[in-house]
């Protein structure tokens, strides 16, 4: 009987103490993986910045901290049933590589304000501002231009105080940024007078250091409506902002704008960016993330195989598909963003509900304020919080002090995008 009794109470006091380790485990955010150098430190709420290192002897950038979870997340970022889900089978049929001439279709002005449409970009608001290039290159030809043909602005600046964080905490990653890349060198911006680029485009802004800041869900939801999108669509994992495909004017950056050899330049705040492509990611694979969208979901690059890469008439009106993709050390099932070599390059609207839309349209590399800059009060947070992923004139709803109203999303005098009461 004694004997009965004392495992009686050793049982017992084994699922106590496993539901005390479970309270303590689910209130724990669970350790994760800091990835520095090429030493794995296990840690367990937060890891420490760690600044980027220039290696002179690779020129290459060492530092970057990623933080990865240690369980396993869901397969599938909820995915609508009918929703098709590409194998890698079906991709390498699809796949293929018309553009290997370099020659792709020139997208100035492929916008819409309404409803998304494959090729074009939905922009939340359609304001144009100045130029930054005013003289066409060679390599624009009509209605194409041809990316092999198209010089770059030369310069091969390190920065070896670039920083950037992957933070994965449970169901939120954190992206922290001086949008300045940590893995490539940029082009000598303001473009020099001996420079052959100034010729088409005398980008006269200095790259400085801005601070950066990125929180979205590990697990986005996919829209079957897409949200509209301002200049901005994300941060890559070299810590370089991805703006949209145009320029302030609307025109296809890319094709008219002087970047450096890795596809980047600074806007009129002094912010490095890519518009497209960057050639100095090395990896393009459609299942590597290359960095993620404001709404969480990743971006990869197109290439299935060798030769074979994904067009836009592969993709979807957004711009992605869903596949099977390595995140966070993972394959998971979800819908990814492609950066692809013809327009519009990258997401073209947002397929799940973004953190931002980001400026209205993408900064003019000219220091002069245009069009979108006008005079006025700006509008609450909350009325434009309203308007945040919807298109120009969709309906919203604002508290009030005498309670909701109803509203328009419209462009305000001072270049917000707001809803507007009735």
């Known amino acids: 009987m004694y004997k009965k009794l004392a495992w009686g109470a050793f049982f017992l006091a084994a699922i106590i103490g496993a539901l005390i380790m479970g309270f303590f485990t689910s209130m724990h955010p669970g350790f994760v993986q800091t990835r520095i150098g090429t030493e794995v430190v296990q840690?367990?709420?937060?890891?420490?910045?760690?600044?980027?290192?220039?290696?002179?002897?690779?020129?290459?950038?060492?530092?970057?901290?990623?933080?990865?979870?240690?369980?396993?997340?869901?397969?599938?970022?909820a995915i609508p049933p009918d929703v098709h889900i590409y194998t890698n089978a079906e991709l390498l049929r699809v796949a293929g590589n018309p553009y290997a001439s370099g020659e792709v279709p020139l997208g100035d002005n492929k916008y819409v304000a309404g409803s998304a449409k494959k090729g074009y970009v939905l922009l939340c608001n359609t304001a144009k501002s100045n130029l930054g290039s005013q003289t066409l290159g060679p390599w624009i030809h009509g209605e194409t231009w041809n990316y092999k043909q198209k010089i770059a602005v030369q310069g091969k600046n390190p920065w070896p105080s670039a920083v950037f964080n992957n933070n994965v905490y449970d169901a939120i990653r954190i992206i922290t940024s001086h949008?300045?890349?940590?893995?490539?060198?940029?082009?000598?911006?303001?473009?020099?007078?001996?420079?052959?680029?100034?010729?088409?485009?005398?980008?006269?802004?200095?790259?400085?250091?801005?601070?950066l800041k990125?929180?979205?869900?590990?697990?986005?939801?996919?829209?079957?409506?897409?949200?509209?999108?301002?200049?901005?669509?994300?941060?890559?994992?070299?810590?370089?902002?991805?703006?949209?495909?145009f320029d302030a004017g609307l025109r296809?950056?890319?094709?008219?704008?002087?970047?450096?050899?890795?596809?980047?330049?600074?806007?009129?705040?002094?912010?490095?960016?890519?518009?497209?492509?960057?050639?100095?990611?090395?990896?393009?694979d459609v299942d590597t993330v290359q960095g993620f969208a404001y709404d969480g979901f990743p971006i990869t690059g197109s290439r299935v195989?060798?030769?074979?890469?994904?067009?836009?008439?592969?993709?979807?009106?957004?711009?992605?598909?869903?596949?099977?993709?390595?995140?966070d050390g993972k394959k998971r099932t979800t819908y990814h963003y492609v950066m692809t070599r013809d327009f519009p390059y990258s997401a073209s609207?947002?397929?799940?509900?973004?953190?931002?839309t980001g400026p209205s349209a993408a900064p003019s590399s000219s220091p002069t304020p245009g069009p979108q800059t006008g005079g006025g009060s700006k509008p609450p947070k909350e009325a434009i919080d309203a308007c945040t992923g919807y298109a120009q004139n969709a309906a919203c709803s604002l508290p009030t002090?005498?309670?909701?109203?109803?509203?328009?999303?419209?462009?305000t005098p001072d270049g917000s995008f707001a809803c507007v009461p009735n």
């Open 252 to 284: 296809d950056a890319p094709a008219h704008e002087l970047q450096d050899s890795c596809a980047g330049h600074p806007q009129g705040a002094g912010e490095y960016h890519y518009h497209g492509v960057s050639t100095c990611i090395a990896d393009q």
């Open 43 to 77: 840690t367990s709420e937060s890891a420490s910045t760690t600044e980027s290192s220039f290696d002179s002897s690779s020129t290459s950038y060492a530092g970057a901290t990623v933080l990865q979870p240690t369980s396993t997340p869901p397969s599938n970022t």
């Open 349 to 356: 609207c947002f397929r799940g509900r973004p953190v931002t």
């Open 179 to 211: 949008a300045l890349p940590i893995n490539h060198t940029t082009g000598t911006f303001p473009v020099a007078s001996t420079d052959p680029a100034r010729a088409y485009d005398a980008n006269p802004n200095t790259i400085s250091s801005h601070t």
């Open 401 to 411: 002090p005498n309670g909701m109203r109803n509203g328009t999303c419209k462009n």
């Open 305 to 327: 195989a060798e030769g074979k890469y994904l067009t836009t008439q592969n993709l979807d009106e957004c711009h992605g598909l869903v596949s099977d993709v390595l995140v």
């Open 214 to 245: 990125m929180q979205v869900p590990i697990n986005p939801v996919y829209n079957k409506i897409p949200f509209c999108m301002g200049g901005e669509v994300g941060i890559l994992l070299t810590g370089v902002p991805l703006f949209n495909a």
